[in-house]
T-cell receptor
Framework: GQNIDQPTEMTATEGAIVQINCTYQTSGFNGLFWYQQHAGEAPTFLSY????GLEEKGRFSSFLSRSKGYSYLLLKELQMKDSASYLCAVRDRTGGGNKLTFGTGTQLKVEL | GAVVSQHPSWVICKSGTSVKIECRSL??????MFWYRQFPKQSLMLMAT?????????EQGVEKDKFLINHASLTLSTLTVTSAHPEDSSFYICSAEDVDGAGKNIQYFGAGTRLSVL
């Protein structure tokens, strides 16, 4: 199975930059996803990495190092609406499926 | 982008009754859909993978007779919680898999269904 680890909570200031880390262990790695989830709502897709390196998409960037089993999500120019839970999810090709295993999420609080 | 609709968003039912939740892909066809369960302040736990035209694949510990899944078309999967009990109260979320412009399989989520069993 997979083991996915990310911090439980983080606090940052509006306008600043924050980095949310995720480490994972899996036998059949086939991609790492980041989702944003506001309380009581469904997750929304942010980014996807399957190869090493940085993927940039506006204020959000995601990095992957497969050899280290490590990813981070970088949020720039933080806004109050970025306060949410950020979920790291790993896709495993074991068994031929496309199942995602989610971490417990990092609750980000953006303050003035 | 890909849109997934889930209905109802909120349901209250009496213990012993059955509840059906629908998950629709609105602007794409989804061979594969997924059903998750989420407890407060916890992450999503995969319950089953729903495959169009075939039986669903359930995760270990999930009772297939309790949580009936039907994926009769490329745009609709349903989850029926049979003989619901208070311990089934939870947030149920579906997702549907689509291929983006770069050829990557991405799961897009419905808005979720909050089930309360009295």
């Amino acid at each position: 199975g997979q083991n996915i680890d990310q911090p439980t909570e983080m606090t940052a200031t509006e306008g600043a930059i924050v980095q949310i880390n995720c480490t994972y262990q899996t036998s059949g790695f086939n991609g790492l996803f980041w989702y944003q989830q506001h309380a009581g709502e469904a997750p929304t897709f942010l980014s996807y990495n399957v190869l090493d390196g940085l993927e940039e998409k506006g204020r959000f960037s995601s990095f992957l190092s497969r050899s280290k089993g490590y990813s981070y999500l970088l949020l720039k120019e933080l806004q109050m609406k970025d306060s949410a839970s950020y979920l790291c999810a790993v896709r495993d090709r074991t068994g031929g499926g496309n199942k995602l295993t989610f971490g417990t999420g990092t609750q980000l609080k953006v303050e003035l | 982008g890909a849109v997934v609709s889930q209905h109802p968003s909120w349901v209250i039912c009496k213990s012993g009754t059955s509840v059906k939740i629908e998950c629709r892909s609105l602007d794409f066809q989804a061979t594969t859909m997924f059903w998750y369960r989420q407890f407060p302040k916890q992450s999503l736990m995969l319950m089953a993978t729903s495959n169009e035209g075939s039986k669903a694949t359930y995760e270990q510990g999930v009772e297939k007779d309790k949580f009936l899944i039907n994926h009769a078309s490329l745009t609709l999967s349903t989850l029926t919680v049979t003989s619901a009990h208070p311990e089934d109260s939870s947030f149920y979320i579906c997702s549907a898999e689509d291929v983006d412009g770069a050829g990557k399989n991405i799961q897009y989520f419905g808005a979720g269904t909050r089930l309360s069993v009295l």
